[in-house]
Antibody, heavy 115, light 112 residues
Framework: QVQLQESGPGLVKPSETLSLTCTVSGASLSNWYWSWIRQPAGKGLECIGR???????NYNPSLQSRVTLSVDTSKNQFSLKLSSVTAADTAVYYC?????????WGQGTLVTVSS | DVVMTQSPLSLPVTLGQPASISCRSSQSLVYSDGNTYLNWFQQRPGQSPRRLIYKVSNRDSGVPDRFSGSGSGTDFTLKISRVEADDVGVYYCMQGTHWPLTFGGGTRVEIK
């Protein structure tokens, strides 16, 4: 079955860059958009961006200046970089398959921004 | 951005009774391919969101038929015909028609 697993540091200092990777098993990256979505504690869900295996990306305009998505099809992984983080970026970060109607989600990883 | 407005914020329900959640979008959700990408997710405490319904009314595999989705254009509804204890959690509507994807604020379903 399709599984997604986020990985990366759980603690990032303010002004530094948050880096996460999503490893996909049970499915090829081909023919799907792959998304990043985040959820601050006790709050709702916010779309960060999406990437197609060809490298085509779309970013949420609210984060566009700080976000970079990339994909490594040889490892069946895609990645998120968010620069110049602040406490407001503290959240659970999810990766998901699809964009119009994301069906499979990772378990999420908590990233805390603190010195 | 398309604003998704859910109501109610909180929904206390007696076991075995029906429940209904409303979701309204600030723009039509009909996509260029003719489909309407309005989806419903359930998030149980401590878990990631789980898709229940896609494209307004299509139930995902393994989702009980107690759950149903309906609506069109800008007005959508998720119904649970008979609430069970396992249904406790927060429910979100989400539109995938317009970029960026946006979610409703969530409706917390709890047992009375």
């Amino acid at each position: 079955q399709v599984q997604l697993q986020e990985s990366g540091p759980g603690l990032v200092k303010p002004s530094e860059t948050l880096s996460l990777t999503c490893t996909v098993s049970g499915a090829s990256l081909s023919n799907w958009y792959w998304s990043w979505i985040r959820q601050p504690a006790g709050k709702g869900l916010e779309c960060i961006g999406r990437i197609y295996p060809s490298g085509v990306t779309n970013y949420n305009p609210s984060l566009q200046s700080r976000v970079t998505l990339s994909v490594d099809t040889s490892k069946n992984q895609f990645s998120l970089k968010l620069s110049s983080v602040t406490a407001a970026d503290t959240a659970v970060y999810y990766c998901a398959r699809g964009s119009l109607a994301p069906d499979y989600w990772g378990q999420g990883t908590l990233v805390t921004v603190s010195s | 951005d398309v604003v998704m407005t859910q109501s109610p914020l909180s929904l206390p329900v007696t076991l075995g009774q029906p429940a209904s959640i409303s979701c309204r979008s600030s723009q039509s959700l009909v996509y260029s391919d003719g489909n309407t990408y309005l989806n419903w997710f359930q998030q149980r405490p401590g878990q990631s969101p789980r898709r229940l319904i896609y494209k307004v009314s299509n139930r995902d595999s393994g989702v009980p038929d107690r759950f149903s989705g309906s609506g069109s254009g800008t007005d959508f509804t998720l119904k649970i015909s008979r609430v069970e204890a396992d249904d406790v959690g927060v429910y979100y509507c989400m539109q995938g028609t317009h970029w960026p994807l946006t979610f409703g604020g969530g409706t917390r379903v709890e047992i009375k």
